[in-house]
């Protein structure tokens, strides 16, 4: 279920604060206010509009963070990698990885998604990784129908940010990011495929659920969500995809406040919890409270 929250860029800390996806970041040697905002990668972007104070932060920084520089994506470089990272060994195709019984299992939640357009078949090729970051990604559009990949949040906020002069800067590289998704031992990467595809309708309730906190702006939902048992993360995986990155992350925003204001725009999983950016900053002596 790991590539399903990095899907979403993971989706607060334990507080008494009504709940709040924009959180601004003062004291301790700030040079003027800076921001921390929670993203969700398939949530509709007139979410930066039904965010209070979003509009206004966004135009008092100096500069706006991403978990990276979504522009770099569709660059032929960042293609190339990324395409050469989702690629299987040719011994570790998918029809070479499971029983017929398991390939059909898999193949009957893709088609079910696409109307029988996709088969596993055509995406034989592919790292199961990679088929199952479609099938998050199919899941997670149950909860946001409307959602259009030409509009990502992440993306919007840095076009937005742009248009305004702002500076983008990244906190991790597209190739970074794709040995996230795709970098996992095939064995691995199999067994999570498999476990997508058996455990698809409880994850339809679980990213409902999620999607509804998100637009509620409910953290300490969103926290119980993604660690629920069975379906969420477990200790292992949340320390790989959230806490080593918000350790790296922390030290650059620390840095970065003190000289210029920023705005940190990063999925809503690396806001949350003990070891989440709000509580992180909190405990090196910054205020950071919830923007009304």
């Known amino acids: ?37 929670g993203t969700h990668h398939v949530a509709p972007v007139d979410m930066l509009d039904k965010t209070p104070g979003f509009n206004d932060a966004l135009k008092g920084v100096d ?13 032929p470089e960042a293609q190339q990698s990324i395409l050469s990272l989702a690629m299987a060994p040719a011994d570790s195709t998918l029809n070479k990885l499971y029983t017929t019984e398991q390939y059909d299992s898999i193949n009957a939640v893709l ?3 696409t109307s029988g357009m996709a088969t596993l078949d055509q995406l034989n090729m592919l790292k199961p990784s990679m088929v199952a970051t479609q099938i998050a990604m199919f899941q997670n559009m149950v909860a946001f129908p409307g959602f259009n990949a030409s509009q990502q949040l992440d993306q919007t906020v840095q076009l937005k940010a742009k248009e305004l002069g702002k500076a983008i800067k990244d906190f991790e590289t597209v190739e970074f990011q794709m040995n996230l998704l795709f970098g996992d031992p095939i064995a691995d990467q199999a067994e999570g495929l498999l476990k997508a595809a058996r455990t698809d309708e409880e994850a339809i309730g679980h990213v409902k659920e999620l999607g509804r906190a998100y637009t509620e702006g409910d953290l300490a939902a969103i926290e119980k969500v993604m660690f629920a048992p069975e379906i969420g993360m477990d200790e292992e995986t949340a ?25 940190v725009a990063v999925g809503i999983g690396h806001l949350v919890g003990e070891r989440g950016l709000i509580k992180q900053l909190q405990d090196a002596g910054y205020t950071v409270t919830p923007v009304k």
Not at 64 to 74: F, H, T
């Open 1 to 37: 279920m790991k590539k399903l929250f990095l899907t979403l860029a993971v989706i607060v800390a334990s507080m008494s604060c009504n709940a709040q996806l924009l959180w601004k970041v003062s004291g301790n040697g700030v040079k003027g206010d800076s921001y921390l905002f």
């Open 63 to 75: 500069a706006v963070y991403g978990e990276i520089d979504m522009a770099l994506m569709v660059s």
């Open 111 to 113: 088609k079910k998604y």
């Open 239 to 263: 320390k790989h995809m959230l806490y080593d990155r918000n350790d790296n992350w922390i030290k650059t925003i620390k840095d970065a406040v003190g000289h210029e204001s920023i705005m």
